[in-house]
């Protein structure tokens, strides 16, 4: 934001920018020159020479960062002090929803940002967990990316972000749940609208000739501009390649990019940059801007410029042991449950079998987006393994390897030879009371 800044400072406004994304460059003779707005302090761990020891940190733990400075600066308080572990618990909630790295620092943060928000004094962090069914000792790394996360960005991206900053700093717990319940809501609708064009988005490229791009520009001129970048991240997670959704917004087109972890968005987005307007970003996400002419010119420079072989777009899976499932214990789960927090950089660890027998499956959720499985593993003992998505895609693909009938016979609680290498995490489920250990496939084959 160059030229507000300017104006900001000729109007005698002391500026200070802080932000965590990539620093915009100009390359000449092979050397690149970073573009600094003319702002009084510019406060991003990314910059050159910047001697910051974690450059991993999102944008609001810079924020954070530097009211911890001021703090300091102006010696605390005890009333600061409290205020801090306060804001040390929307740091960690951004680290997560952000997807940053859960290492070094972040890791820290997170561990300690949940530990303490399980007990937080913020009304509207307790509401949104409240109307969200989340018991308040069970609180992960999870519930903030997955549940909690989405329903506060939900309002920044169909109405507007006032309705987020304004649960935050309710203090009254009757409006804190209101607030909540109707952030929850225009989630589910938010939902609604992203399921109706993520089939849109893999309609267009499987119709349109796209899929021998490496480089998937998928053009959605009528969708909301603010879901550009969740579709984009479904839409990579089915092909397995860097993808940028775009939508018509009021000032031209707009999009949002997911990248692939062999592909380095914003470098080569840097590549192609005469034909925006404005964008940014980093090596996993990015955002756009461009003239409406220009869409098929940046779908073909895109992939122009791309270097991406065969062998970068297979997607690999990582398997930290392959262990039968009737290794899995009670205590077993216990003891990773002190690996956590999990997420981006510090993943479940992933176990693997071999040739497990499925003996019965049945379709779960209201939307039936969850199959429940009886397995029986290498001792004889049945298992409940548990896998989350669409069926559809697997059901094809057991039809494809055992026949109709055999999936028929599956879902009819009667299976007898349809058997599939798995990777799998192992975790607890109580529910009514009731706790006992369940499987959660990852992949299979």
């Not at 609001?60 to 009211?67: C, D, F, R």
């Not at 700093?169 to 064009?197: C, F």
């Not at 940014?280 to 756009?288: E, F, P, T, Y």
């Not at 959720?365 to 393994?385: H, I, S, Y």
Request: hydrophobic share 40%; with cysteine.
């Amino acid at each position: 934001a160059a030229p507000q800044i300017e104006m900001a400072k000729e109007k005698g406004m002391t500026v200070i920018v802080t932000d965590h994304h990539e620093v915009p460059y100009e390359e000449a003779e092979g050397e690149r020159r970073y573009i600094l707005p003319p702002a009084d302090a510019v406060i991003d761990p990314r910059q050159d020479g910047d001697a910051y020891p974690y450059k991993g940190i999102c944008g609001a733990v810079v924020a954070y960062k530097v009211i911890e400075a001021l703090y300091r600066k102006l010696e605390l308080t005890q009333k600061e002090k409290s205020l801090l572990e306060e804001l040390l618990e929307l740091a960690a909630f951004a680290t997560v929803c952000d997807v940053m790295e859960l290492l070094d620092e972040n890791r820290v943060i997170v561990k300690f940002g949940l530990s303490h928000m399980k007990n937080t004094a913020n009304q509207g962090l307790r509401a949104l967990m409240e109307v969200n069914g989340i018991e308040k000792g069970k609180l992960s790394a999870y519930h903030l990316g997955f549940v909690m996360g989405p329903c506060l960005n939900a309002t920044g991206r169909l109405d507007t972000a006032v309705r987020a900053l304004q649960l935050l700093e309710a203090e009254d717990r009757g409006e804190a749940v209101r607030i909540a319940s109707d952030l929850k809501q225009l989630n589910d609708s938010r939902k609604e609208m992203t399921d109706i064009y993520v089939k849109k988005a893999i309609r267009t490229v499987e119709e349109s000739g796209l899929m021998q791009d490496r480089v998937l520009v998928v053009y959605l001129p009528d969708c909301h501009e603010s879901l550009a970048g969740i579709i984009a991240g479904r839409v990579r997670e089915k092909y397995y390649k860097p993808v940028f959704v775009l939508t018509r917004g009021e000032e031209g087109v707009k999009g949002s990019g997911r990248s692939i972890e062999t592909y380095h968005m914003y470098e080569e987005m840097t590549r192609v940059k005469h034909l925006f307007t404005k964008y940014g970003g980093h090596k996993m996400a990015a955002g756009l801007s461009l003239e409406e002419k220009d869409v098929e010119n940046f779908r073909r420079e895109i992939n122009a410029v791309c270097t991406l072989t065969e062998s970068d777009m297979e997607e690999r899976v990582h398997i930290d042991v392959p262990m039968p499932v009737s290794h899995v214990s009670m205590e077993f789960v216990q003891e990773l449950e002190l690996l956590e927090p999990f997420g981006n950089g510090n993943p479940k660890p992933v176990f693997a079998q071999k040739d497990l027998s499925f003996l019965s499956a049945r379709i779960l959720g209201k939307n039936g987006n969850a199959v429940r499985f009886t397995v029986l593993d290498d001792c004889q003992t049945k298992w409940e393994m548990m896998a989350f998505g669409d069926p559809e895609p697997m059901n094809a693909y057991l039809e494809k390897k055992f026949g109709r009938e055999a999936v028929e016979r599956l879902y009819l609680g009667k299976s007898q030879d349809i058997r599939l290498s798995v990777t799998y995490y192992p975790s607890i489920n109580t529910y009514q009371g009731n706790t006992k250990l369940q499987l959660v496939m990852q992949q299979y084959q």
